[in-house]
């Protein structure tokens, strides 16, 4: 019949009445997003959260401390409150202190944290009267497990303090938004109210349709920040096994784990881009046949919903990915890729190899990680679960 319409359209039609709505019936609130460790470009921060708010009729403000002048994007009003001192501790007295005057000048109807170093700030704006919302990216206590720059004896120690502090927090701000189902079991315990924000790709963003595929059968691809304990190590190890090309790109961690990579035998396979926008990292994966999502199973990785993992999928590309439960249930159930031992470089290569030697798996693969992104994990939805969250909080405050 002429009134029918395609699923997907049907589901997009709703998605944006329901967007008119909430902007109809709502005032301008003034929503400022605040962030001392995250750049003013960070996917999660900007490209989904403070531009889909703003898009919903928010007047939103990202307050960050970084060397670019203050401006507007996406409707965005981005704030810089200064470029932080180069001192790791200097920055994590001096930022907070900046960030907290900039934001009471804004004098915002809600204000959202980012980073846990702004706990204190947050507690001073709810001094203020402020609505908060504390912004969970990771299991933070688990993350200092593995944090390199904190003295092993220590590390223990500071992670149980620090699990304390935020635990007390939580129960102090109005709402935590949790990053994975994982963090959002361990704040429903203690929050006023928890609620999981999925960091699901953006719909479009890198979107390849699995049938326009322009692949180069020996090229794999790993994107994102490049460090020991997200394997680089293991997978250039791995190259010593393939007749492959290795695309990477993204900044190293530090100048120690540049110099060991270069030095790795397999890195004649590798063709190192620095980092790179966005445009170039969907160049990238167009070009390539496999993307790489290997991190070690640190406490904090295990049950972390990498973002790189969805969007490889987005981009149908076949994912070799870390063998934690969790992401078997998405990978493999999905049958969007293989799932491997990532301290085990022979392990890695056999996958790779499976998968490129075979077009017709890399094709079957990434088509269903494609349906799969754009069926179940996308921030469509998440987006609305955020505005009616924020709708919420401030109809009760």
Known sequence: MAWEMHPKKLQNAFFSAELEIIKFMKKREKIAHLTTVHS???TRIFEKETSSLASAGFETFLLVGDKIKSTSKNNVSILNIGPPPRHRMLRMIKQPLRIFRSALRIDANLYHIHDPELIPVGILLKKFGKTVVYDAHEDTPRDILSKSWISPILRNLISK?????????????????????????????????SVIINNYPLEKELVAPPDLYHRDPRTICYIGTIEKIRGIFEIINALEFLDVKLILAGPFDSPETETTARNLLGWSKVDYRGTVDRSTVREIMANSSVGLVLLHPAPNHINAQPNKMFEYMSASLPVVGSNFPLWQDIIEKENAGICVDPLNPAAIAAAIKKIIDNPSLVQAMGSAG???VQNKYTWRSESIKLIQLYETLLLNN
Do not use: G, M
């Not at 935020?166 to 203690?190: G, L, M, Q, Y």
């Open 40 to 42: 003013r470009s960070d």
């Open 161 to 193: 303090i620090f699990e304390v502090i935020e635990d007390n927090a939580s129960k102090k701000f109005d709402a935590v938004v949790c990053a994975t189902p994982h963090i959002n079991k361990r704040f429903s315990k203690t929050a006023k109210l």
């Open 370 to 372: 494609y349906h799969a």
